[in-house]
């Protein structure tokens, strides 16, 4: 798991049940993406949640599942002033 803590205190990671982060106060949970078949039985990752593209068509589930997690982890998990200031660095 990644968290990621930003210069105004906000707290990013990608949700899972590993550890409970409410212990740390008050959260705000946003969905990410949709991840839907379409009506021939393939499989997207819709991430207009966060502004990002449609993935797919995937074959399974799962691989579209994993390419929702690669694409928040390489473009929402750190914000683009975050990830502008490694980039120089």
Do not use: C, K
Not at 25 to 34: F, P, Y
Request: no cysteine; net charge negative; proline share 9%.
């Amino acid at each position: 798991m990644q968290l990621v803590i930003t210069p105004v205190g906000d707290l990013r990671y990608l949700y899972d049940e590993s550890l409970n982060l409410s212990t740390l106060g008050s959260m705000h949970i946003q969905r990410g993406s949709h991840v839907e078949p379409d009506f021939a039985g393939q499989w997207f990752a819709d991430m207009s949640p966060v502004s990002g593209p449609r993935l797919g068509p995937f074959p399974r589930r799962s691989d579209a599942l994993s390419a929702e997690v690669a694409w928040l982890r390489d473009h929402w998990l750190l914000p683009p002033m975050l990830s502008d200031a490694s980039a120089r660095a």
